[in-house]
């Protein structure tokens, strides 16, 4: 019983994280100031600025809904509970509250002439966050295996190879981003469908 507490405990607090970081992207999103406004096409304009960060905004929230059904999904998995996965769990919320930042950046310049440190900066903490899932699932799976059965076992090796796969992906562009960056950004952009896919096919199988 103790251990299911603490696994409980453990997603209440990750959930909240992921609340809390959802809530705040909303903040990014200024209204235009009515000192700079005289007419409805100002205020048109105005509204156009606004479109990098609208689409940093969604983005964001895909990014991180995406992720928090991923974890809701491999949590429901998992009955037990270690020091190292916790830690685990914590480095990931870390990447977590990060992405809003470059995810803002990418917006504003991923696709100018500006834009290889964006999408440098945002492809490196989508690495970051990539290590957090297989620290999580290797600490889910040894030296103690923490998973509720064997069905669950082969679902978080699933989770641990594409997490592997994207580390990878995700080291490559951010490599070729400072040569390419352009094109990174739409390859990075449409990761994220493979993702969703992918959590929808690890609900279903849970």
């Not at 959802?22 to 007419?39: D, V, Y």
């Not at 993702?195 to 096919?201: H, V």
């Amino acid at each position: 019983m103790a251990e299911e507490s603490t696994n409980s405990r453990l997603e209440t607090f990750c959930d909240g994280v992921f609340a809390i970081a959802l809530t705040l992207l909303i903040l990014e999103i200024k209204a235009p100031l009515a000192e700079g406004i005289h007419c409805s096409e100002d205020l048109w304009h105005s509204l156009k600025h606004l479109l990098p960060a609208v689409f940093a905004f969604f983005l964001s929230f895909a990014i991180i809904v995406i992720s928090w059904v991923n974890h809701h999904t491999a949590l429901k998995l998992i009955d037990k509970s270690t020091s190292h996965f916790i830690y685990s769990n914590v480095f990931l919320l870390l990447t977590i509250v990060i992405i809003p930042f470059p995810t803002a950046l990418f917006a504003e310049f991923g696709f100018t002439e500006y834009s290889t440190p964006a999408v440098v900066l945002y492809g490196f903490v989508m690495l970051l966050t990539n290590i957090g899932w297989i620290l999580i699932c290797r600490s889910a799976l040894k030296p103690k295996l923490l998973v509720k059965n064997e069905k669950g076992k082969v679902t978080i090796e699933t989770i641990l190879k594409h997490a592997k796969y994207a580390f990878v992906l995700y080291s490559v562009c951010t490599v070729l981003a400072f040569w390419f960056p352009h094109t990174m950004s739409i390859v990075l952009t449409l990761t994220w469908m493979a993702w969703l896919i992918l959590g929808l096919k690890y609900k279903e199988n849970s």
